[in-house]
Structures are given as C-alpha cells and as structure tokens.
C-alpha cells in the first residue's frame, strides 16, 4: 500500500490561490521533486493569460519527523523553504511581497512547486502544509 498522499485545492480567484498537502506514511520512501503546484492548471486571468508562476505569500505546516523542501521546478530545483522535523509553524511573507516568482528562479524554469522529503520511513511519520500563492502572469 502507498503513502497517503493528497493535494487539495481550497480557494482560487484571478489573484491567489490557496493549497493544503497532506502526506501520511504508509510503506513508500520519501518524495522525490514530487510536483504539487502545476501552474498550467490554474484558473486564467479575466484577459485569459495563463498563470506561469506563483509567489508563496503565507506557509503553515506541521512536520512529523521528516524534513520537506518546497521547490521552484527548474533544470536544477531552487530550494524556496525547508521546512525542519518535528516543527510546527507559520511564516508571512506579505509584507515583503512574497517569495521571488517560481517562473523567475533558476535556468528554464517551469513556474511549478514541487517538494522533496528526507527521513520519512516510520509509521506516524507526516506532514501537514497550506499555502497562500499569489499567481503571476506573463
């Protein structure tokens, strides 16, 4: 039986969207540039130019004895955030703008978030993660 795994779309409008992962171990190893975010799923803007990158605006997660890197999709992943084992929190980077547009990061960057475990393999082992991205069109 595999991981439980699940990608849940909350709320999307023309300028955000909002997700919520969710990885339970079950019997598979870790995540590998697992993607989560295809940016050529989201909604269009109302001059129906497709989305092509995203800005992490605000993270929560709760991590149970893994690590999880958030990565923007390019030829070489550019880490965003690492997120420890055994920690819970909550970062805010709208004051700031957000983090740099996933379409702007690294070489031939596909706009997309993918994540990468480390240390998963025990029962209880999970994460829990939301995300409010603020959409980015060429």
């Not at 420890?84 to 970062?91: K, R």
Request: glycine fraction near 8%.
């Amino acid at each position: 039986m595999a991981n439980i795994v699940t990608t849940t779309k909350l709320s999307e409008n023309v300028n955000e969207v909002v997700f919520a992962f969710h990885l339970q171990y079950v019997d598979t190893g870790d995540e590998s540039a697992q993607l989560k975010v295809d940016v050529s799923t989201l909604e269009p803007n109302s001059n129906g130019d497709a989305c092509t990158g995203v800005k992490i605006l605000e993270c929560t997660w709760v991590i149970s004895t893994m690590t999880v890197q958030v990565l923007a999709d390019a030829d070489t992943d550019v880490i965003m955030l690492h997120l420890t084992e055994n920690q819970s929190g909550y970062v805010d980077f709208r004051s700031v703008g957000g983090l740099p547009n996933t379409k702007t990061l690294g070489t031939n960057p596909t706009g997309n978030i993918k994540f990468t475990t480390t240390g998963l393999g025990a029962a209880g082992d999970s994460y829990q993660i939301v995300m409010r991205l603020k959409k980015k069109y060429s």
